[in-house]
């Protein structure tokens, strides 16, 4: 056999493995037994990829938030997302749906669920995810939509929430005009979780201000104003710890 011969056959060997191989690679054990999506919860398993997320879910020193599925947040009805779903139904209008907004998850807004507007006729506690569960969320001390409410800032339906003390509302209003997450969740996330914080403080260093004396010994302060600057770093690492 000439070396033309064996040169042909080594390319259509090749050719033939190019189009045999990713056939024969991509074959894995029960990749033909599918998750039920049916009525009811659905059981895909979310910490299948996202393990670490279920960790810090679980964690004994994890918060209020402990309790709450994948789905109570990241497919919530509160969002107004159509999320792809295999069924139909009450709470769901319509047929099935293979996903318009988001298909499985999204990223959702703290205030979604906080912002003190209650169900806002989702019929959320008929949904799957949240029927016969009420307790995880409103706990056993009647906590309605105004106790789970981020109240104190001027951003929910009651009167008395005027946040005009506030000492943080400038920080979460900062956040809502910030696009690295959604809403005011850089705010609620550098606050109530135990991610790091990298902050520099940019503050004067003097008061200022004129005093004048009239011929009476009257004082009169007619302005104050601040000058200076002093930069300061703080690094607070995150103290969240695997179990």
Known sequence: MNSKKIALMAIAIVAIGIFALPSTVSLFSGQHTWYDLGEGKNDVPCEKCHAEIKDEMMSSDNGVHRDLTCAMCHRAPFTGYGYARGHAGPPYPGPPLPGEEAHAASTVECM????????????????????????????????????????????????????????????????????????????????????????????????????NENETGYWTIPSFAASGENVTQVNTPNNWTQP
């Open 112 to 211: 979604d669920c906080h912002d003190g507007k209650g169900d806002k006729g989702t019929i959320h506690y008929a949904d799957p995810e949240y029927g016969g569960v009420c307790g995880k969320c409103h706990k056993g001390w009647g906590y309605n939509s105004t106790k789970l409410s981020a109240s104190g800032f001027g951003l929910t339906p009651w009167a008395a929430d005027t946040g005009e003390k506030a000492a943080h509302t400038k920080f979460v209003l900062d956040a809502m005009n910030e696009t690295l997450m959604d809403g005011a969740n850089e705010a609620c996330i550098a606050c109530h979780t135990r991610v790091g914080v990298n902050i520099t403080w940019t503050k004067n260093e003097n008061l200022e201000f004129t005093a």
